[in-house]
Each structure stands twice: as structure tokens, then as C-alpha cells.
């Protein structure tokens, strides 16, 4: 037995010619996906074909038709995220220049190429804010940065590399 698909109870004293001209000015993708299914999961259309219509899922729009259910035209608010970013351009500026220009060692860390970690403690001693090292990462792949492996190179195949292994080895002292 199939699921009976999710209806549009009621279009809260609109028409769909009203619908159509509210879908036409709004500005969020959201917004225009949601009521763009209300109108046509109303005309009769079935939600799977509703969802590959709006390019969402068939629970997207069963989420949709609910909201529109409930609370009329006030679910078209898009209520997602919008926080505002602390990071300013001018911090952005500074980490690209101190990626560039210098060298972790002066700065009082002991690596001497830099990592998002490093960076992510140089922001928050320098600006006061703590940001994760997977945004510091995201941030320095905006500004066009990338991670570079060292070579690998076999030491079987070179004698004098091997020597040199040895000759710098010690014993650690353990017995």
C-alpha cells in the first residue's frame, strides 16, 4: 500500500494567479522553491515530479507543503543562517601577507613552514578571535593557496644517501 502524497489543505485566501506574482518578487532561492511547490503540488501535481521540477528532494518538498500548511504565507520567510562573518578583509589581507612574506620561526613558532594551526594561534594572539583551523584552511584555498608534499624520494637507490642515514643515526640509548 503506498503512501498517500502530502496535499495543500488550504492557499490561506490567495489564488494561484496571487501565488505566481508573490513567487515572481521574491529574492531567496528558498522562498521561490517553496512556493513554487505549493503551487504546483496544488494544481495536482505529484511530488516527485514537483521535486525534479524545483531541483529538491521528495522530503524537501513534503517539508514545504507542511510549512505552507501551517503557517500560510509567513513560511516563505527564510529563517536559514545569514549570521555575519567577524573575519574582515583586512584580515584577510594579513594572513595572506604573513603566509607570503613571513617566516613562522619569527614569529615564535618552531616549524618553519606554516600550517592552519599555526596560523589559527597567530589570529587569535593578534586579533583576539578563535577561529577553526578548517576555516583557516578554507580561507587560504580562497586566496589561492595550496598544500605542497615534500618529494619522495627511495634511499635504497643511492648509496651515499644511505651512508649519510647512518652516519647521522644514533642510539637512542635504550637497551
Known amino acids: 500500500m503506498a503512501r498517500k502524497c502530502v496535499e495543500v ?3 490561506h485566501g490567495y489564488t494561484i494567479e496571487n501565488l505566481n506574482e508573490i513567487e515572481k518578487k521574491l529574492k531567496s532561492d528558498y522562498s521561490k522553491s517553496l512556493m513554487r511547490a505549493v503551487i504546483m503540488r496544488h494544481q495536482g501535481i505529484h511530488t516527485s515530479v514537483v521535486a525534479k521540477t524545483i531541483g529538491k528532494s521528495v ?3 513534503t517539508i514545504y507543503i507542511n510549512r505552507w500548511n501551517e503557517s500560510g504565507i509567513n513560511a516563505v520567510a527564510d529563517l536559514r543562517g545569514g549570521s555575519v ?3 574582515t578583509n583586512e584580515m584577510l589581507n594579513d594572513l595572506k601577507d604573513t603566509v607570503v ?3 613562522p620561526r619569527e614569529l615564535g613558532f618552531t616549524a618553519a613552514t606554516w600550517n592552519t594551526h599555526m596560523l589559527k594561534e597567530y589570529i587569535a594572539e593578534k586579533y583576539g578571535l ?3 583551523s578548517e576555516w583557516i584552511r578554507q580561507l587560504l584555498i580562497r586566496l589561492g593557496f595550496s598544500y605542497k608534499r615534500g618529494l619522495y624520494q627511495p634511499t635504497k637507490v643511492d648509496p651515499e644517501l644511505q651512508a649519510l642515514f647512518k652516519k647521522n643515526s644514533r642510539p637512542l640509548g635504550y637497551c
Request: glycine share 0%; hydrophobic share 20%; aromatic share 14%.
Open 9 to 11: 489543505k488550504t492557499l
Open 59 to 61: 522530503p524537501s518538498v
Open 85 to 87: 562573518s567577524t573575519f
Open 101 to 103: 612574506n613571513k617566516n
Open 130 to 132: 578563535e577561529y577553526s
